[in-house]
Each structure stands twice: as structure tokens, then as C-alpha cells.
């Protein structure tokens, strides 16, 4: 798989795309080097890279010097919270997933190069990519600018309700809830509440009133 994939990407000419969900582990530093100096050739061929990892890698000093590399290079990262498959698409005309078809193989894949196929695995990866934060624009998780009702309503959305539901939860009405939400974004920055809640899931100090 590897091997595969190492001789496919050394021939990409357009764009490299691929989606890392795993938390961070600590890497061979030959290997990420090794990383490091085929995504640099990529870019200096034309290739445009852009790879989301789990949010949790931010706080990994091994990763977090690996992306600030491929980024310095002109890679464009972003991280995500959300559970993903493991992927990677080369040229819009290969992509390679995790075997989900012979059991007891966890560490196979698959190349695929079906046009179908890997033009519905690109579509996935464009969802990710949009619902995910540019790299640049994670800061480290903290308390201070929440209010406890602001937190207590985050709350409620992580645990899977709706905004509508949370107000009629915790006695606000949906306009409020609204207002609030909008102050949130407004504090932390962000556009969406999908970087809110992928912010929410690094900070690991609200309140429990």
C-alpha cells in the first residue's frame, strides 16, 4: 500500500488531497522527513496539497512541526473533530481508503482508480474540507472568553441537540439561543458553528453548572 502510493504521488501533477482522522503518535523523525521532502517536491512541481488532520494533532509537537513545514512549503492544512475515513486522491484520478472488505487486514487499503469511485471519494473530502479549520486559525483551547450560560449551551448542542431544543432545555428562547451562539463566534473569531464545535472539542474547561 505504501509503495503504491509512494510511486503514484511521485508522479502527481495537479493536486494531492488527503484526510489523516488518526490522533497524533510519535513517527519515525526518518519518515516524516521523508514526508516533508515529497510533499516539498509536489509543490515545487505545481501540485496543489491539502490534507485535514484531527484537531488533536495541534497539541502534538511532532505533527505540529511536520504541518508548519508542508505549510511553510505552501501546503494549505486544516483539522477537524469530525470522525472521518482515512484518505488520500491523487489528480482526481486515484484514491486510496482502508480496506473495509477482507477481515483481519486493518493495516491494507485499497487503490482505486474507477472514475465513479474516486469522483465520489473526492465529494467527500470536499464536505470535510469545508466543515474543517484552516490550520492557521486554531489557538489554543481556553475558558476565558465563554460566559457559563454561553458554555451551557454548547453544552446541549454536543450532546446532540438542536438550537431550537436547547432554548426550551435551559429556559431561553430561540432568539436568544441565536444571540448567543453569535456572540460565541464573534468571541473565539470564527465564521461557523462547526469551528465553534471543533473549538469546543479541544477546550477541556467549561464550567458544570
Same mark, same amino acid.
Given at each position: 500500500m505504501n509503495a503504491r502510493l509512494g510511486e503514484i504521488s511521485a508522479a502527481a501533477h495537479s493536486d494531492f488531497c488527503a484526510v489523516q482522522? @488518526? =490522533?497524533p503518535a510519535d513517527r519515525d523523525p526518518a519518515i516524516l522527513r %521523508? @514526508?516533508?521532502e515529497r510533499t &516539498? /517536491? /509536489?509543490l515545487q512541481r505545481g501540485v496543489q496539497v491539502r490534507s485535514i488532520y484531527h484537531r488533536s494533532v495541534h497539541e502534538h509537537d511532532q505533527t505540529r512541526d511536520y504541518i508548519h513545514a508542508m505549510i511553510a512549503d505552501g501546503a494549505e492544512v486544516r483539522a477537524s473533530t469530525l470522525p472521518g475515513p482515512r484518505l488520500v486522491i491523487i489528480d &482526481?484520478?486515484?484514491a486510496f481508503v482502508d480496506n473495509h472488505v477482507i477481515k483481519g487486514e486493518g493495516n491494507s487499503g485499497w487503490h482505486l482508480f474507477d472514475r465513479a469511485a474516486v469522483a465520489w471519494a473526492r465529494s +467527500?473530502? =470536499?464536505m470535510f474540507w469545508d466543515h474543517a479549520t484552516r490550520w492557521q486559525d486554531i489557538g489554543p483551547a481556553t475558558c476565558d472568553p465563554l460566559s457559563e450560560r454561553q458554555w &451551557? +449551551? %454548547?453544552r446541549e448542542l454536543d450532546a446532540g441537540y438542536s438550537q431550537q431544543q436547547v432554548g426550551g432545555r435551559i429556559g431561553l428562547s430561540r432568539r436568544a439561543v441565536d444571540k448567543e451562539l453569535a456572540t460565541v463566534r464573534e468571541a473565539l473569531g470564527f465564521k461557523t458553528m462547526y469551528q465553534v464545535m471543533s473549538w469546543y472539542g479541544r477546550a477541556q474547561c467549561p464550567p458544570v453548572g
Amino acid at each position: 500500500m505504501n509503495a503504491r502510493l509512494g510511486e503514484i504521488s511521485a508522479a502527481a501533477h495537479s493536486d494531492f488531497c488527503a484526510v489523516q482522522p @488518526g =490522533e497524533p503518535a510519535d513517527r519515525d523523525p526518518a519518515i516524516l522527513r %521523508l @514526508g516533508v521532502e515529497r510533499t &516539498r /517536491a /509536489a509543490l515545487q512541481r505545481g501540485v496543489q496539497v491539502r490534507s485535514i488532520y484531527h484537531r488533536s494533532v495541534h497539541e502534538h509537537d511532532q505533527t505540529r512541526d511536520y504541518i508548519h513545514a508542508m505549510i511553510a512549503d505552501g501546503a494549505e492544512v486544516r483539522a477537524s473533530t469530525l470522525p472521518g475515513p482515512r484518505l488520500v486522491i491523487i489528480d &482526481r484520478q486515484h484514491a486510496f481508503v482502508d480496506n473495509h472488505v477482507i477481515k483481519g487486514e486493518g493495516n491494507s487499503g485499497w487503490h482505486l482508480f474507477d472514475r465513479a469511485a474516486v469522483a465520489w471519494a473526492r465529494s +467527500i473530502f =470536499e464536505m470535510f474540507w469545508d466543515h474543517a479549520t484552516r490550520w492557521q486559525d486554531i489557538g489554543p483551547a481556553t475558558c476565558d472568553p465563554l460566559s457559563e450560560r454561553q458554555w &451551557r +449551551i %454548547l453544552r446541549e448542542l454536543d450532546a446532540g441537540y438542536s438550537q431550537q431544543q436547547v432554548g426550551g432545555r435551559i429556559g431561553l428562547s430561540r432568539r436568544a439561543v441565536d444571540k448567543e451562539l453569535a456572540t460565541v463566534r464573534e468571541a473565539l473569531g470564527f465564521k461557523t458553528m462547526y469551528q465553534v464545535m471543533s473549538w469546543y472539542g479541544r477546550a477541556q474547561c467549561p464550567p458544570v453548572g
